[in-house]
């Protein structure tokens, strides 16, 4: 079984409060471990500068550490380099999958090829220890660049605690944690780099933000250029219905949370090529409502309002859309305001179900729309703006 979007929006506020580098660091070797069944995990940090792979920190039930214990930072191994002889070096496992950002699966590390296994049979041999399964997963951050490598050893069965292949079911859990870790380790940085104290909580805001849309994004790869469409129309919605400053930028950083209860939807729903049948259609429905439980409880604004948009950006002005059958002015201004968006997006972009609609079909749907869909102001700004909205087509085509 995979883990459930619940978990993994845990997993994710866990990381965003941790302030301590050292322990951030520990906290993602030991979720990941927990969701694989791990017997040891290690971390890597990528140095951009020197391109090398740095180690930093081991975790094992069974390793023995040279700091004693069952966890500890590391930092005496020799840093694995991205080229030897200015070449890649695809021969070191890590480095490879930095170079390719492509998980790799081992069942057994001294039947594998390609791959130098050396360092780690010279380990087995000095302590005792065998290696046999392993997982190497790249830890991508919002910004699609690799900043470090989570490697797990030995998976192992929790009730016989025989060692076992990594079970593939979970394998996109680890990615999508791997893909948590790595923003927020990027946006720590960036934290520990400011020095007004109101500017380190906005950035923490943003870093949940951002591992949130990770979250919804990694199920539905078509999805990640779908959100900074959409939230740059949001933007431009609101600045032409004269939106205080302040509220336009919490559009802009809330809108990408509109679906991120999409992560609870099983994927023969969400990537189905065709149209869903009635049962099916109940099933994706949930996602609102799922979006807003998993923001619910924050004392953030800027999450009290990712909530609002991902609860009701598909309520209609006439009623007819879910989950609750909000009519008119009972349905938020930003839920409004992101319907326009996301149903523009949705009509000119291509899904697993359709090709893209041309725009002038998009702009006859909207017109259609008014009143019944949608907030008829909403619609007339959308078409007042519609140089800034075709520029921001243009720019944000395809995902880099």
Request: net charge negative; proline share 4%; hydrophobic share 40%.
């Amino acid at each position: 079984m995979t883990t459930n979007f619940k978990d993994l929006a845990r997993i994710g506020i866990a990381l965003s409060a941790e302030r301590n580098i050292n322990k951030l660091l520990e906290k993602i070797v030991d979720e990941a471990r927990k969701i694989t069944y791990a017997d040891g995990g290690t971390l890597y940090i990528l140095d951009q500068e020197q391109q090398h792979l740095q180690f930093r920190i081991l975790q094992s039930q069974s390793m023995k550490l040279r700091k004693g214990g069952t966890s500890g930072v590391e930092t005496g191994s020799p840093p694995v380099p991205l080229q030897v002889d200015g070449e890649p070096n695809h021969a070191n496992v890590s480095s490879h999958v930095v170079l390719t950002k492509q998980i790799v699966n081992i069942d057994n590390i001294y039947k594998a090829e390609g791959f130098d296994f050396s360092g780690a049979k010279s380990y087995d041999a000095s302590n005792g220890y065998r290696t046999k399964s392993m997982l190497v997963v790249p830890m991508t951050n919002h910004e699609e660049k690799v900043i470090g490598v989570l490697q797990l050893v030995n998976a192992t069965d929790p009730d016989t605690k025989d060692v076992m292949p990594f079970n593939p079911e979970r394998i996109d859990s680890v990615a999508s944690l791997a893909s948590q870790a790595a923003v927020s380790l990027t946006n720590r940085q960036l934290i520990e780099d400011l020095t007004d104290a109101k500017q380190r909580i906005e950035e923490a805001h943003l870093d949940t933000v951002q591992r949130l849309a990770i979250v919804a994004e990694y199920k539905d790869k078509d999805t990640a250029i779908h959100i900074k469409r959409m939230s740059r129309y949001c933007t431009v919605l609101a600045r032409g219905l004269h939106l205080p400053h302040q509220e336009v930028e919490i559009v802009l950083h809330a809108s990408p949370m509109h679906d991120v209860g999409k992560i609870g939807i099983p994927d023969a729903v969400l990537c189905k090529p065709g149209k869903l049948n009635d049962e099916e259609w109940v099933i994706m429905k949930q996602h609102t409502i799922m979006g807003a439980q998993i923001l619910s409880g924050s004392e953030s604004e800027l999450i009290k309002k990712g909530q609002i948009i991902a609860l009701s950006h598909h309520e209609k002005w006439d009623g007819s859309g879910y989950p609750n059958g909000l009519a008119k002015e009972d349905i938020p201004l930003l839920a409004r305001v992101c319907a326009v968006a996301d149903v523009f997006d949705a009509l000119t972009s291509k899904r697993p179900y359709k090709e893209p609609f041309p725009n002038e079909k998009a702009y006859e749907i909207l017109q259609e729309g008014r009143e019944k869909h949608f907030d008829n102001h909403i619609v007339d700004v959308f078409f007042a703006c519609l140089d800034e909205v075709l520029a921001i087509q243009e720019t944000f085509q395809y995902e880099s």
